[in-house]
């Protein structure tokens, strides 16, 4: 190969890179605005959503802001623009809500992308919202839209697995988290809480799904 087609060549690669880093940045910043609830790109899949969608989605908006958040979760680092906007939304969005046909995991999903991208700035807010209610089952909602007075669907859960992702950066969350052990009867939560203080204590590199 001559010296000019492998220059050619190489500039076409860094050319394609180029254009797959701007078009990554592009999503993020999209799924930011979804998650924000003023725009409607992405499904679940990462898919751009149809004209129709909004018809035949049940509880479209909401679901809207899980998948954005689950879609920011995947990313890992390269969301950490979104970390802001994520813990804004773990500190004053929606709770989980049971639908009576299914949990919509708002705050859940919320928690899970912040433990994912893995931002040592959201341990702080996540223990937080930690302490803010004693863990008891989900009750239903009677309005998908009205969830102040539903104080069950924090998501403890799911706070717990990602401040498990953080290892060892989240020793802090030990004591309140045997501290929440000893308050809740749920086996799962309880379950969740030691394979969490096991990770912290130990900080073992075990992938996030592996895990729990």
Not at 49 to 66: A, P, Y
Not at 178 to 184: H, I
Request: net charge neutral.
């Amino acid at each position: 190969m001559s010296t000019t087609r492998r220059y050619c060549l190489l500039f076409v690669i860094l050319l394609l890179s180029f254009s797959t880093g701007v078009r990554a940045e592009d999503d993020i910043d999209k799924l930011i605005l979804q998650l924000k609830g003023q725009a409607q790109f992405f499904d679940a899949n990462g898919k751009e959503l149809g004209f129709f969608d909004s018809w035949s989605v049940r509880h479209f908006d909401e679901q809207c802001k899980i998948d954005a958040a689950t879609l920011l979760g995947r990313k890992g680092g390269l969301a950490l623009k979104a970390v802001e906007p994520l813990i804004m939304m773990l500190k004053n969005g929606s709770n989980d809500i049971d639908t009576g046909d299914g949990i919509l995991p708002l705050r859940s999903s919320v928690a899970l992308a912040l433990g994912r991208i893995n931002d040592p700035k959201a341990i702080g807010p996540l223990l937080e919202k930690l302490k803010q209610s004693e863990p008891v089952a989900l009750l239903p909602s009677s309005s998908v839209a009205s969830t102040s007075s539903v104080k069950t669907g924090l998501g403890h859960e799911a706070i717990v697995r990602a401040l498990g992702m953080f290892g060892s950066q989240a020793s802090d969350a030990v004591p309140l988290l045997l501290e929440l052990k000893s308050q809740t009867a749920d086996d799962s939560l309880k379950k969740t809480i030691d394979n969490t203080i096991y990770r912290i204590l130990n900080d073992k590199f075990i992938m996030p799904e592996d895990f729990y």
